[in-house]
C-alpha cells in the first residue's frame, strides 16, 4: 500500500475578501511527484506556501513528515533583493556539518572552492546547483518547487530537472512542482493536479490530462501537439 504523506481536504483561502483557492482537497504519497499545473494566477503559489503554513486557509493540511523543504519562485534564481552572502555563509543557515555542504556540493557538480564565493560572483549555472543543494542538505523528505525554470534558459531547465530526477530516485523524495513546462510532465510526474483557484483535475497526467482537459485548464487558443510517447500535450506559452 502506498504510504500517505500529505492529506489535504476542502482547501479555502481568501485575500482580501477574494477567494483565491476554494474546496481543494487532494492527497500525495511518499515518492511521489506530484505536478501542479494552471495559468497564471490560478492559486498555484498560494496553495503551496498555505501547505507549509506561510498563508493562512480554510480546510485540514495535515503533513505526514515534518522535514521539508520550499523553494520560491524563479526571483530566487534572478537573485533579486538577496542579503550579500557567501555560498558558505548562507549554508550555515543550517544546522549541518561543513563535510555534509562540502558532499552535497560535490553531489551537484560544484567544487568546495565556491563556498568563499558571494551570490553575485556565481554564474547562472552554479546559482542554480548550488540553492538545490542547499534545499538538499538537510536530507528532507520532501521539496516544494515553484517555477524554478521560469526565465531561464533551455539548458538550465535540464540541468535543474536532471538533478532533482537523480535526487529523487536516490533518496525517494517526495516533490511537488509547479511547473508549465508539459515536458516535464510527461517525463516525471507521477501525478498532476490541475488548478485554476478550484481543483479542475487530478490523477495520473496519461488519464487526466486531454486536450479538452487542458484547453478547460488553460482557455481557447491552446496548440495541441503529440508526444514522443504517444500522449497528447500542448504548448500553453
Not at 481568501?14 to 474546496?23: A, L, M, P, T
Not at 513528515?65 to 520560491?72: C, H
Not at 485554476?196 to 482557455?219: A, F, M, W
Amino acid at each position: 500500500m502506498p504510504e500517505k504523506i500529505l492529506e489535504v481536504k476542502n482547501l479555502n483561502i481568501e485575500y482580501d475578501g477574494r477567494k483565491i483557492v476554494k474546496d481543494v482537497s487532494f492527497e500525495v504519497n511518499r515518492g511521489e511527484v506530484l505536478v501542479i499545473l494552471g495559468p497564471n494566477g490560478a492559486g498555484k503559489t498560494t496553495l503551496l506556501k498555505s501547505l507549509i503554513g506561510r498563508l493562512p486557509y480554510q480546510g485540514e493540511v495535515k503533513w505526514y513528515v515534518d522535514d521539508i523543504n520550499y523553494l520560491p519562485p524563479q526571483e530566487l534564481f534572478e537573485r533579486k533583493n538577496l542579503p550579500p552572502l557567501s555560498v558558505e555563509e548562507f549554508f550555515n543557515l543550517k544546522d549541518v556539518s561543513g563535510t555534509d555542504i562540502i558532499n552535497i556540493l560535490e553531489d551537484v557538480g560544484l567544487e568546495s572552492s565556491i563556498l568563499d564565493q558571494g551570490f553575485g560572483n556565481l554564474s547562472t549555472g552554479q546559482f542554480q546547483r548550488m540553492v538545490i543543494s542547499w534545499a538538499l542538505v538537510d536530507e528532507p523528505s520532501v521539496l516544494l518547487f515553484d517555477e524554478p525554470t521560469a526565465g531561464i534558459d533551455l539548458g538550465g531547465q535540464e540541468t535543474i530537472y536532471s538533478l532533482l530526477h537523480k535526487f529523487w530516485k536516490e533518496r525517494t523524495l517526495t516533490i511537488l512542482l509547479v511547473t508549465h513546462d508539459m515536458s516535464i510532465v510527461w517525463e516525471h510526474a507521477n501525478d498532476v493536479l490541475c488548478l485554476n483557484r478550484k481543483k479542475l483535475c487530478s490523477g495520473k497526467p496519461e488519464k487526466v490530462l486531454t486536450p479538452e482537459k487542458l484547453e478547460e485548464l488553460y482557455g481557447a487558443g491552446i496548440e495541441f501537439y503529440r508526444h514522443d510517447h504517444g500522449r497528447s500535450a500542448c504548448n500553453t506559452s
